[in-house]
């Protein structure tokens, strides 16, 4: 045989040899890629590990009424509310009285007089109206502000415990607002919460 075909031959073999071995280790390089590639949410088996605890709940109206002061606040309120409501009755009684009057001697007033009084009925019912509507806001408004410190203070300790366990938020279950809570991802806060604010 021939130098330059032994040559040739030993030639062919290397490259079929590196061929081969290109093919054997290229498609375990392309699944690496591929896999790569795919991103970590599609990957089997390779889902990151979220945080257990995500978020806290508790029931913010449950929490307000356990504070000492809410007891004071709500006192305070049924004694104002007391207030309107014998004014309320007072303003009532006169206007029923007056009305009696009306419907008494109304067959015996001359018209003028009549209307006058007609006139004086209408105004006292209006104002009665008015009284108890402006009354009824007055006590909302009353309310909202002596409770606001007492939401200022809830509200203090709420953000002092999500901050010390890390939560990205605190959810108000109250009204049903949350019909469903996966325990390994929220935290029952109402215990702690109450802990703090009953101190």
Same mark, same amino acid.
């Given at each position: 045989m021939k130098k330059g075909t032994i040559t040739n031959n030993i030639m062919v073999m290397v490259k079929g040899v590196l061929l081969l071995c290109l093919f054997t280790f @290229?498609? !375990? !390089? @392309?699944?690496?890629? =591929?896999?790569? !590639?795919?991103?970590? !949410?599609?990957?089997?088996?390779? %889902?990151? #590990? @979220?945080?257990? #605890?995500?978020?806290?709940? %508790?029931?913010y109206d449950t929490a307000l009424i356990a504070m000492p002061q809410y007891q004071d606040v709500q006192k305070q309120m049924q004694t104002l509310r007391k207030a309107y409501e014998s004014e309320l009755q007072r303003v009532e009684e006169e206007f029923n009285r007056k009305y009696e009057d009306f419907l008494e001697?109304?067959? =015996?007033?001359? $018209?003028?007089?009549? %209307?006058? $009084?007609?006139?004086e009925l209408q105004d006292m019912l209006q104002r009665n109206l008015e009284f108890k $509507?402006?009354?009824l806001e007055d006590l909302e408004q009353a309310e909202r502000k002596a409770l606001a410190p007492l939401r200022i203070h809830l509200n203090e300790a709420i953000a002092k415990i999500a901050r010390e366990k890390k939560l990205a938020l605190v959810i108000n279950t109250d009204a049903n607002a949350c019909p469903f809570i996966e325990p390994l991802m929220g935290v029952d806060l109402n215990k702690e919460v109450q802990e703090i604010i009953t101190k």
């Open positions: @290229l498609p !375990s !390089s @392309l699944t690496a890629q =591929e896999t790569d !590639s795919i991103p970590p !949410s599609a990957q089997p088996h390779q %889902l990151p #590990q @979220l945080p257990q #605890q995500l978020f806290g709940y %508790l029931s001697g109304q067959k =015996e007033f001359p $018209r003028t007089i009549l %209307l006058k $009084r007609q006139t $509507r402006q009354g």
